[in-house]
């Protein structure tokens, strides 16, 4: 099984709105990932957490907050966006090591949720 | 640093032709790591394959074959007998060994008319 589930699909937010967004995988790996995709781009990475530590922060915005509840969940939320924040929001997950990522190792992405920021 | 290009933006190509996309790396390290993704209009970013930079063999799957070339730092994704289901937007990515982060290039568009 090498699914990596993204909830909500869609979402649509207020520049005041407190919203989350969640990330499922159980194929066991311990590494998690936050990427964001801005139309014709190829994603940004955001935030990278292995063994449920935040072992990368891409100097993002604190209005992002990532969680790693535990080894199968990884949530972001989200407060005071800006409509530029707007963009795909994928998560993806992939082998691990205590000290980070495994590199040599595929990352399985999840469908994604299309964020709008009004 | 490391980079990733992929020149050709977008392919537009009649079903059943075969279409190459490619794909050219920088790197310093020797021990790096290759790999093709598809997004289709959906948004899901699906793994295609992996290639360790120690491993030049050229792999087929079904109608897709990859040429790795160290020597001319290249890793080319070929599509033979192209599908109108094919058509997706294909990402190039390289992973240094040093590195926790998978560098994509641009994407190349490709659109299977049929």
């Known amino acids: 099984d090498t699914e990596v589930t993204q909830t909500p699909k869609h979402l649509v937010m207020g520049m005041t709105n407190k919203k989350s967004l969640k990330c499922e995988q159980h194929?066991?790996?311990?590494?998690m990932y936050w990427y964001k995709q801005k139309a014709k781009k190829p994603p940004e990475l955001m935030f990278v957490y292995s063994y449920e530590k935040l072992s990368i922060n891409e100097s993002v915005p604190s209005r992002f907050s990532p969680e790693c509840p535990n080894s199968s969940l990884l949530n972001l939320h989200l407060h005071a966006l800006q409509p530029e924040d707007s963009a795909l929001y994928l998560c993806?997950?992939?082998?691990?090591?205590?000290?980070?990522?495994?590199?040599?190792?595929?990352?399985?992405f999840g469908p994604g949720t299309r964020l709008t920021v009004t | 640093a490391q980079k990733v290009t992929q020149a050709q933006t977008e392919i537009s190509v009649v079903e059943k032709e075969d279409v190459t996309l490619d794909c050219v790396y920088e790197?310093?390290?020797?021990?790096?790591?290759l790999f093709w993704y598809k997004q289709p209009p959906s948004g899901e970013l699906v793994f295609l394959i992996r290639?360790?930079?120690?491993?030049?063999q050229n792999e087929i799957s079904g109608r897709y074959s990859w040429n790795f070339q160290k020597s001319t730092s290249s890793f080319n994704f070929t599509i033979t007998a192209s599908q109108v289901v094919d058509s997706a937007v294909y990402f190039c990515a390289l992973r240094e060994t040093s590195g926790s982060r998978l560098t994509f290039g641009e994407g190349t568009q490709l659109t299977v008319n049929p």
């Open positions: 993806a997950s992939s082998q691990g090591l205590a000290g980070g990522p495994a590199p040599g190792y595929e990352q399985y």
């Open positions: 290639r360790n930079s120690f491993d030049e």
């Open positions: 194929m066991g790996h311990r590494a």
């Open positions: 790197t310093r390290d020797t021990t790096y790591y």
